[in-house]
């Protein structure tokens, strides 16, 4: 997922936005929801998105209209910077609820903080795993 966000964060500030985007260092040829990538490359992609997005962000105003075009009809839906800024917020927290699930599904924490951990059980009922739990995440 986090390498589908940095792609996101290119399509959306650098070929939407701006018009252009530099070419990607590898082909996008995986099954969905996979990559054949380590985590630090995937990691070092996104915050390379990101610090681009974030170099557009500093130099166009939220009213700026788009250069390129999202394909398809809901290309229309597109207004300006602002519009763009609005999604990649909704898309990273979608996201990041999708990777909340997976972690809550894996070791039963729910996100609730130190409530549910003081009693030693997680929301579903489950003990809560030996290490799990500590706040802040170590």
Same mark, same amino acid.
Request: net charge neutral; aromatic share 6%.
């Given at each position: 997922?986090?390498?589908?966000?940095g792609? +996101?964060? %290119?399509?959306?500030?650098?070929?939407? +936005?701006? @018009?252009?985007?530099?070419?990607?260092?590898?082909?996008?040829?995986? *099954?969905?929801?996979?990559?054949?990538?380590?985590?630090?490359? $995937?990691?070092?992609?996104y915050?390379?998105?990101?610090?681009?997005?974030?170099?557009?962000? /500093?130099?166009t105003?939220? /009213?700026?209209?788009? $250069? @390129?075009?999202?394909?398809?009809?809901?290309?229309?839906? $597109?207004?300006?910077?602002?519009?763009?800024?609005?999604?990649?917020i909704?898309?990273? +927290?979608?996201? *990041? #609820?999708?990777?909340?699930l997976?972690?809550e599904?894996l070791? @039963?924490?729910?996100?609730? @903080?130190? %409530?549910?951990?003081?009693?030693?059980?997680? %929301?579903? #009922? %489950? +003990?809560?795993?030996a290490?799990c739990?500590?706040?802040?995440? $170590?």
């Amino acid at each position: 997922m986090t390498e589908h966000l940095g792609y +996101a964060e %290119r399509h959306w500030f650098q070929e939407v +936005a701006t @018009g252009s985007a530099e070419p990607r260092n590898w082909p996008d040829d995986h *099954a969905p929801l996979t990559t054949p990538r380590p985590p630090e490359v $995937v990691f070092a992609f996104y915050r390379e998105q990101c610090r681009r997005s974030d170099a557009v962000l /500093s130099a166009t105003p939220l /009213s700026a209209p788009p $250069v @390129g075009r999202h394909p398809g009809p809901d290309g229309d839906d $597109v207004t300006d910077l602002r519009w763009i800024v609005l999604h990649m917020i909704e898309e990273t +927290a979608r996201r *990041a #609820g999708h990777l909340d699930l997976a972690r809550e599904l894996l070791d @039963g924490r729910t996100g609730l @903080g130190p %409530r549910e951990r003081s009693r030693g059980r997680a %929301r579903s #009922g %489950r +003990a809560v795993p030996a290490g799990c739990g500590q706040w802040p995440p $170590v």
